[in-house]
């Protein structure tokens, strides 16, 4: 949520950050309920929801939404990702994710390692100073079980990297954050219709401690992002509030992109 799990702007979702999309079919429910059991579902070949054979590519259809000052701005654009090959980072073999626009952040490579018991994320180039002192960190955990959540961050006084209050001083920053399986929904994108997509959301928290007034202002960022089997990711929506800093109001960004075709390589 791959760069399938991780979005520039959730730079931290998943973390990392619209509601414009095609509407939803009926959903098929959470997991778990067509054989009435209360209990976790474990997903079959879970690592089929995350593809990431070299040369695979996906074309994705985005809008951006900002409402600041009650002011709304919207914008369209488009992003590619590419699965390029594999590199060494960090003592560890990394798949390499090639985006030409994610989140209208312009182009960036991603860096994930799948392996038994999941998805660990290190990092993207560029990459910013708050995301350095993070990874690695996991964005999905095998065996799949829906319902189900983990804690994926847990970490206090980081430097955020960043004058917010103009005192020439960077910021002081603690982040919490996790990720669930919701269930299983039909999901209806410019790509097609796909059957029991499995519904991810990851939430950060962000308590920002302000040097220069001694403040704290808390920001959030709320992604959920659909996965097909076979396919990857086929959608996502997120949405980012930003407290008021130096104005009287804050920031409230939405950010969704849909897959409008994709090619997935089988070797």
């Known amino acids: 949520m791959p760069r399938h799990a991780n979005k520039p702007g959730a730079a931290l979702l998943f973390v990392t950050l619209g509601l414009f999309g095609l509407p939803l079919l009926a959903a098929a429910g959470p997991c778990g309920e067509a054989s009435g059991s209360t209990e976790g579902e474990t997903i079959a070949a879970a690592e089929e929801y995350f593809p990431d054979t070299k040369g695979s590519q996906w074309k994705y259809r985005g809008q951006v939404l900002e409402s600041p000052l009650q002011?709304?701005?919207?914008?369209?654009f488009q992003n590619v990702s590419t699965v390029q090959g594999v590199e060494p980072l960090q003592g560890v073999s990394v798949k390499v994710f090639h985006d030409t626009n994610p989140g209208n952040h312009g182009p960036s490579n991603s860096y994930y390692r799948r392996d038994a018991v999941g998805i660990v994320y290190y990092g993207s180039r560029p990459g910013t100073p708050l995301e350095k002192q993070l990874v690695p960190y996991q964005i999905v955990r095998f065996p799949l079980v829906c319902p189900s959540s983990f804690q994926q961050l847990d970490r206090k006084?980081?430097?955020?990297?960043?004058?917010?209050?103009?005192?020439?001083?960077?910021?002081?920053?603690?982040?919490?954050?996790?990720?669930?399986?919701?269930?299983?929904?039909?999901?209806?994108?410019?790509?097609?219709?796909?059957?029991?997509?499995?519904?991810?959301?990851?939430r950060m928290k962000m308590w920002i401690h302000l040097t220069g007034t001694n403040q704290t202002a808390v920001g959030t960022d709320v992604m959920t992002a659909w996965f097909a089997r076979g396919v990857g990711l086929v959608k996502y929506v997120e949405r980012q509030e930003l407290p008021p800093i130096k104005s009287d109001r804050g920031l409230v960004t939405e950010i969704t992109e849909e897959l409008e075709e994709a090619e997935i390589k089988t070797r």
Do not use: F, H, M
């Open 71 to 76: 002011k709304i701005a919207a914008g369209s």
């Open 157 to 202: 006084r980081l430097n955020l990297g960043s004058d917010l209050d103009g005192d020439e001083k960077d910021e002081r920053v603690d982040v919490e954050a996790s990720v669930s399986v919701v269930g299983r929904e039909n999901i209806v994108v410019p790509a097609g219709t796909y059957q029991d997509a499995i519904r991810l959301e990851a």
